[in-house]
């Protein structure tokens, strides 16, 4: 059975930088898209970013310039989060698809979840 460990995440003030990574493994199909979604409280869910397994990589709008997406290997991905804003604050997860290759932005393309780990930015 699969599963997406998360890291990272934590405490920050504004204009400050975090860094999140994810870890897959389980999984039948290696190169399949990653990707981040959020959630903040009393908000939808929202796409972050995403990656192939070649390196394409898409971005929400409002963290385009800030986020950076990359993929150290089809099996982990790592989110580098600049000029953080308290916007920004909300539970991040982890998410992966089951086959397709490239990143989109919603989220019932994506069939698995990380537990999700939490970004707070204080202004």
């Known amino acids: 059975q699969g599963q997406l460990v998360e890291s990272g995440g934590g405490l920050v003030r504004a204009g400050g930088s975090l860094s999140l990574s994810c870890a897959a493994s389980?999984?039948?199909?290696?190169?399949?898209?990653m990707g981040w979604f959020r959630q903040a409280p009393g908000k939808e869910r929202e796409f972050v970013a995403g990656?192939?397994?070649?390196?394409?990589a898409d971005y929400g709008n409002s963290v385009k310039g800030r986020f950076t997406i990359s993929r150290d290997s089809s099996n982990t991905i790592d989110l580098r989060m600049n000029s953080l804003k308290p916007e920004d604050t909300a539970i991040y997860y982890c998410?992966?698809?089951?086959?397709?290759?490239?990143?989109?932005?919603?989220?019932?393309?994506?069939?698995?979840w990380g537990q999700g780990t939490q970004v707070t930015v204080t202004s």
């Open positions: 990656i192939s397994w070649h390196g394409d």
């Open positions: 998410v992966k698809k089951h086959y397709e290759s490239a990143p989109t932005p919603q989220a019932r393309d994506y069939s698995y």
């Open positions: 389980g999984y039948m199909f290696d190169t399949s898209a």
